[in-house]
């Protein structure tokens, strides 16, 4: 291992600017091979960690929470990891077409895919499959594989329904800056209702929204977080727990009235300060007391910001998002206040406003468009400070 570091060393001496091209090429063809090769060793003694679950001696749980504790890897690649050092203990041609520098670790995952689908079957066609391996890329390797699968559950005499069935899953992890990752694959029963739903969301936006520079991916993402906020907002959720489903966001009062520092989502984690004040614009409001250790002393009860009737009379009065040029129905909007009430500004009718959730988080990112009352009336800004175009519906 010293031998190694002393080789990474010896790299790391090399000012990059001065390589000839041919140099860095190779270079960079030499690391790579060798990279794959180093982490084909370190899979195998993962492997070999889990099977004498060394993980234990400290009191983890897993394979994979030694790796999240220990190297500070992330969940998600945490068990990819271990998944994959599993697999290659059991394919031994695969194993060798890596350590031979044939095929690459992006295609051994592929064949360790097929054979969590079938372990009985996959040994028998792993000579096959390694050989289209070294031959194709990832990408075709992954068509070839959706054919052998399909080909041995003909043969095992499993139902094609059930199948398709079978292969459904869906993923979640959180990554970084409290972005969520999501991969999975629906079945026909499960996967026709979202895109219908993810569908109807987009072609709704569309109507109310000209000239939409996000890109099909975004306008997905974006419906389904909606879809998903209008559920968790439905009278009839269950109960888990003594209550409703909801979004949780933890948040200093310094923090939230200064708007700087960090806040915190149960499940996506740390978030900027602008996220928490966007979403405690409109929301109940729990107060928390710490003593000076940060020990909770004192735990109020949960009071919406906007009660009810006040809410109500708001949607009487504006119908639908009030910025400019958007006609989103209130059931799309959140009460957003004027001036927020970390700072000051009043729970009243005449300092709240309905905006769609796209509109109310450009007014409130840092250094976006502006909303201020002039006598009685929104009236929006460019980032530049000009005016925009009047609400045509004229005042409330």
């Known amino acids: 291992m010293s031998e190694l570091r002393s ?40 492997a070999e960690i889990d099977r004498r679950r060394l993980f234990e001696r400290d009191g983890h749980l897993s394979a994979a929470a030694w790796l999240v504790r220990v190297f500070r890897v992330a969940w998600g690649a945490a ?60 990408g ?24 398709l069935r079978k292969r459904r899953g869906l993923y979640a992890s959180k990554t970084f800056l409290g972005m969520v990752r999501l991969d999975g694959d629906l079945d026909p029963d499960g996967g026709e209702p979202v895109l219908r739903a993810l569908q109807a969301v987009i072609d709704s936006q569309a109507r109310s ?15 389904l977080g909606e879809i998903c906020r209008q559920w968790l ?28 520092g960090v806040a915190e989502l149960d499940h996506a ?6 996220v928490a004040r966007r979403l405690a614009c409109d929301a109940s409001v729990r107060r928390v007391v710490l003593s000076a250790r940060s020990e909770p ?9 906007v009660p009810p009737s006040m809410r109500r009379a708001l949607l009487v009065r504006d119908r639908r998002c009030r910025f400019p040029g958007c006609d989103r129905a209130h059931t799309w909007c959140d009460a957003h206040h004027v001036r927020h009430w970390a700072d000051g500004g009043p729970t009243a009718l005449a300092n709240l406003i309905l905006l769609c959730r796209r509109h109310h988080r450009l007014v409130h990112r840092r250094g976006g468009f502006r909303l201020e009352l002039e006598d009685g009336r929104p009236v929006f800004r460019r980032p530049g400070g000009s005016v925009l175009e009047d609400d045509p519906r004229g005042p409330p």
Request: aromatic share 2%.
């Open 140 to 163: 075709e390797l992954q068509r070839a594989v959706v054919l052998w699968r399909d080909a041995v559950e003909r043969e095992a005499g499993i139902d094609a329904d059930e199948r």
């Open 209 to 223: 929204v000209a000239n939409d520079e996000r890109t099909p991916a975004q306008r997905r993402a974006d419906a």
């Open 7 to 46: 080789v990474i060393d010896q790299l790391r001496a090399d000012v990059l600017a001065e390589l000839p091209d041919s140099r860095l090429e190779d270079d960079f063809g030499e690391l790579h091979r060798s990279v794959e090769l180093l982490e084909a060793e370190r899979l195998r003694r993962l």
């Open 269 to 274: 984690g740390p978030v900027p300060a602008e």
């Open 233 to 260: 907002e439905l009278a009839e959720r269950p109960v888990v727990a003594g209550e409703k489903p909801h979004v949780t966001v933890t948040v200093d009062v310094r923090t939230l009235s200064h708007g700087d």
């Open 297 to 305: 002393l004192d735990v109020g009860r949960r009071t919406p910001l």
């Open 79 to 138: 068990r990819d990891q271990v998944r994959l050092a599993r697999a290659l203990d059991v394919m031994p041609i695969t194993r060798q077409a890596v350590e031979d520098g044939e095929m690459s670790l992006s295609s051994a995952r592929v064949l360790a895919s097929a054979r969590d689908a079938d372990p009985a079957a996959f040994p028998r066609s792993e000579p096959l499959l390694v050989g289209t391996a070294v031959t194709h890329s990832p």
